[in-house]
């Protein structure tokens, strides 16, 4: 066995015994909905799937778009994109938005009835004249097509996250804003040459939130990691087709 996953087998899985809190990251949830059977044997007996490769131009963007808004929050300004859309908005100023922003650190609620530590990392926070906070998720990626909206299946994750953060937020006592957006970064590789540069348009995507089940699929998790009894698979999970398919070509 790898040391990756020597490694992963020992550490940060749930166990019936323990009385400290277990921390759950936004992703650890939507793992729970993509596939029961995935996460438990994952949070539970300690076999994930295999480690992907880090996202490093998405990674980049989003540092250089948090320093962006960042200079404008000390500044006491707005973004040129803000103003574009016309958006009642501003960068806020929260003395725990950097911590917030941190991985696996992140914004984080207990849920007492279940002992689990919900956490997540946003990407910023704005406010709006009603002194309601503005939960803001950046994205990267490059489409011929301009990108105005939320509209395919794959992109339902992206407004479960936006959710999951926006309850966060508030389990922390702050007053937030339904409306979320996402700050879409979108490379344009219809140029002639490159030139050792990447040119993006930006789109601000408004996302009317509703995390009202965000509560109830905390308890079906914690139901689910108490178990002794393995989840069944999702319809649609590919890798637990093929660790189907390879136990069978193995005999096993």
């Not at 919900?118 to 011929?144: C, H, M, P, R």
């Not at 970064?185 to 002639?192: H, K, M, P, S, T």
Request: aromatic letters at 12%.
């Amino acid at each position: 066995m790898s040391e990756y996953y020597t490694a992963k087998r020992e550490k940060n899985l749930y166990s019936l015994k323990s009385t400290e809190p277990f921390k759950l990251s936004r992703s650890k949830i939507e793992l729970f909905m993509n596939c029961p059977r995935c996460f438990y044997l994952d949070r539970r007996l300690g076999v994930g799937a295999p480690p992907m490769f880090p996202y490093t131009l998405n990674s980049a963007v989003d540092t250089l778009l948090k320093k962006e808004f960042d200079l404008l929050r000390k500044n006491g300004d707005t973004h040129p994109l803000i103003k574009k859309y016309g958006v009642d908005a501003f960068p806020a100023d929260v003395a725990q938005l950097e911590e917030w922003r941190t991985n696996f650190t992140g914004v984080r609620v207990l849920d007492k009835s279940t002992n689990l530590l919900i956490f997540g990392a946003i990407d910023d926070l704005w406010q709006n004249s009603k002194s309601e906070y503005i939960v803001v998720d950046y994205k990267s990626t490059s489409k011929a097509e301009e990108i105005n909206a939320l509209d395919k299946s794959w992109q339902d994750g992206y407004k479960r996250q936006m959710e999951i953060y926006q309850w966060l937020v508030r389990g922390n006592g702050y007053k937030v804003s339904k409306t979320g957006y996402f700050v879409y970064c979108n490379a344009n590789i219809g140029v002639e040459k490159f030139d050792g540069k990447l040119e993006f348009a930006l789109t601000l995507i408004p996302y009317e939130g509703d995390d009202s089940w965000v509560s109830g699929k905390i308890q079906e998790i914690h139901k689910c990691l108490n178990s002794d009894t393995i989840p069944q698979s999702a319809e649609d999970c590919d890798l637990c087709a093929y660790r189907q398919a390879a136990s069978e070509v193995l005999g096993k």
